[in-house]
């Protein structure tokens, strides 16, 4: 069964607790990743940021932009640990396949 990327993204903007999430890693400044990880029980966490207008961003200091950087990040459910997740690099959601 494959669920949509949209669907998926909106499950976790509810904040429904997410069993399992497969992605591949992504590092753009240590030109690093391509590692397949699987976290379990997690939780989005922090707010989606979305600009009225993007090319002002007044007092947005020290808020990541996930909406322009399309990353989401969640919290494990058993610890503090926090995941950035780029959105594009989700390849199962609750088990089940994430395509566009």
Not at 2 to 17: M, P, V
Request: aromatic share 8%; glycine share 8%.
């Amino acid at each position: 069964m494959a669920i949509k990327l949209k669907e998926a993204l909106k499950r976790c903007d509810g904040k429904e607790q997410i069993q399992s999430l497969t992605f591949v890693t992504f590092d753009s400044k240590r030109k690093t990743g391509g590692v397949i990880k699987t976290i379990k029980e997690v939780v989005q966490t922090g707010t989606r940021y979305m600009p009225s207008d993007p090319k002002k961003k007044t007092g947005t200091a020290g808020k990541t932009d996930h909406w322009a950087s399309r990353t989401r990040n969640f919290s494990h459910a058993q610890s503090t640990a926090t995941t950035k997740v780029h959105i594009d690099l989700i390849l199962y959601f609750n088990g089940e396949k994430v395509i566009w």
